[in-house]
């Protein structure tokens, strides 16, 4: 309980001292994965085909919210049967790292939408800052289910700018779908969220309910090599070992 109470209390201050002076909103966003990635079949290159053509000819038109909710729905049934095929009784370094990396190109992605000419400098100020815990199914009960479809998912506190705030409701709307439908994320599989109140309350509970599964593990017991919590933006330090990693990685391929 005292772990627990630490936790919240340490990203609760953390939190608040970036909502303090007013600059940005707060939001409780879940993000589910399929266990695979995958590149599209017919069906799906017709879709993303029409998908493109009408966001470069007719960004308007109602037809896209239709064509979104396709690719979603076929999506699901590709990843079902593919999912079906991978069983692991167990949390793994590799499930983990998997999450965390396509996570990592939906933020890209949610990044290049809301902010023009997000890498130049001086525009990470804009960036959404997020705090974000693994979460697995039945963590609420202490009854993890490892071996479920698309068990690993991720809760966040992000915290919003007030200039891309609109932008960012309007993606939260549709359940982030005009990002989503990209080819590079077919293993998102959803995301969706809410605003965190204004109340005493209401970020202590949403800091509570993000981080339970991080918060109810035994530190002493668990085993250390595996990140359970994350946060972007990126510092420049962190990209630099992310590009070594991948260099000394694809070295050795």
């Known amino acids: 309980m005292k772990h627990k109470k630490t936790i919240i209390n340490h990203y609760q201050d953390n939190i608040s001292s970036h909502l303090s002076n007013g600059t940005h909103k707060p939001y409780l966003i879940s993000t589910s994965f399929n266990m695979l990635s995958h590149e599209p079949d017919h069906?799906?290159?017709?879709?993303?085909?029409?998908?493109?053509?009408?966001?470069?000819?007719?960004?308007?038109?109602?037809?896209?919210?239709?064509?979104?909710?396709?690719?979603?729905?076929?999506?699901?049934?590709?990843?079902?049967?593919?999912?079906?095929?991978?069983?692991?009784?167990d949390i793994t370094f590799k499930r983990v790292s998997y999450v965390w990396q396509t996570y990592e190109k939906f933020q890209s992605h949610l990044v290049q939408t809301l902010v023009k000419n997000a890498g130049r400098s001086g525009k990470i100020e804009l960036h959404p800052l997020t705090f974000d815990f693994m979460d697995v199914n039945g963590s609420k009960h202490h009854n993890h289910v490892w071996d479920d479809d698309g068990t690993l998912h991720i809760h966040s506190i992000y915290l919003i700018r007030n200039e891309i705030s609109v932008k960012f409701d309007g993606l939260l709307a549709e359940q982030f779908m005009p990002i989503l439908w990209h080819p590079k994320l077919s293993g998102v599989r959803a995301v969706h969220g809410e605003a965190i109140g204004s109340e005493p309350s209401d970020l202590p509970k949403a800091i509570q309910y993000a981080s339970k599964f991080m918060a109810g593990v035994d530190p002493m017991g668990w085993q250390s090599d595996l990140p359970l919590s994350f946060q972007f933006p990126l510092t420049n330090a962190e990209r630099r070992q992310r590009r070594s990693d991948a260099q000394a990685l694809a070295a050795t391929t």
């Open 43 to 89: 069906i799906e290159s017709d879709i993303l085909n029409r998908i493109k053509h009408i966001r470069l000819n007719d960004p308007s038109s109602p037809m896209l919210s239709e064509l979104y909710k396709q690719i979603s729905d076929h999506r699901f049934k590709t990843n079902q049967s593919m999912n079906r095929k991978i069983y692991e009784r």
